[in-house]
């Protein structure tokens, strides 16, 4: 009897554990809706057997878009994406978090961009992070793989104590707070993910612009991930779920910070801590920290 009951138990736990994990995977399939997200521009929805993938289209007319409709107050947020193969010299990917429209002083945003490059150049990640209206903090990195061969999985972590960019699984950056510094924590965030013509910045600060030729630009997006506390009003502590600490106590161990540090020697390109020109009168606080 004894032996049928452990019997029983062993089939029911694997039973929860198959509908766990099938309910895991029909929200990774569904994850694109007309409920969560708003649209703008030329968007195409395919399923290529694991879930949903929405191609981003960029042509002469119009570039392409899509935003939540829920805005956040701290989360992980991740996503998969497949960039543009070839030469995408001009191109602006992107996948982030703002607060809203402008660049005004009530403005916050969280960055993770995908500048074009010309056939045989490396793709540049720009990581940024505005307070305020004040951007300007960026760390730019050369992609140590083809983002255009295969999907890769890019990760922005936002908690109290710092903000973290991460490439499949490795650490790249940490942003850390300080008391005295700016540091985004009252706007509640959107998440953006969209694809443009930044010919006059992209890739070699405006040299190479777009080659239409090469048109339409398209980049993937799958596995869309917001494990995220919700805004309950002005003065009132976020709504969050169960295990929300796993992300918002998050901060990188040691090993994760060695990662931080190989990206920063490998493969950073700029550095706005290492740019005097841009700085005459000194660097920002948090450069003589961290």
Request: with cysteine; hydrophobic share 35%.
């Amino acid at each position: 009897m004894a032996r049928r009951s452990s019997d029983l138990l062993a089939s029911l736990l694997a039973v929860a554990v198959l509908v766990a994990l099938l309910g895991t995977a029909s929200a990774q399939q569904q994850w694109f809706d007309e409920k969560t997200f708003t649209t703008e521009g030329n968007i195409r929805v395919d399923n290529d057997g694991s879930g949903q993938v929405a191609s981003l289209l960029l042509d002469r007319q119009s570039g392409a878009g899509f935003f939540s409709k829920q805005k956040y107050l701290y989360g992980e947020f991740s996503i998969q994406m497949k960039l543009i193969p070839g030469n995408s010299a001009g191109t602006v990917t992107s996948f982030y978090l703002t607060s809203g429209p402008g660049n005004g002083t009530n403005h916050d945003e969280i960055d993770m961009e995908f500048m074009g490059n010309s056939t045989g150049d490396p793709v540049v990640l720009n990581t940024n992070v505005w307070v305020s209206g004040d951007g300007k903090k960026e760390h730019q990195f050369n992609l140590w793989f083809d983002p255009a061969a295969d999907f890769h999985t890019y990760t922005i972590i936002w908690n109290p104590k710092n903000i973290i960019f991460k490439v499949d699984d490795l650490f790249i950056r940490s942003f850390k707070r300080y008391s005295d510094l700016p540091y985004p924590t009252v706007r509640p965030m959107e998440v953006h993910a969209t694809l443009w013509d930044g010919s006059w910045w992209a890739t070699r600060k405006g040299e190479v612009p777009i080659d239409w030729s090469h048109g339409p630009f398209v980049v993937s997006y799958k596995g869309y991930n917001a494990d995220a506390c919700a805004p309950m009003g002005e003065g009132k502590p976020p709504s969050c779920a169960a295990g929300s600490e796993r992300w918002m106590d998050r901060v990188p161990s040691a090993a994760e910070m060695e990662t931080v540090a190989w990206a920063k020697k490998s493969y950073m390109s700029y550095n706005y801590c290492e740019d005097g020109w841009r700085f005459p009168q000194g660097f920002p606080g948090e450069c003589g920290r961290n």
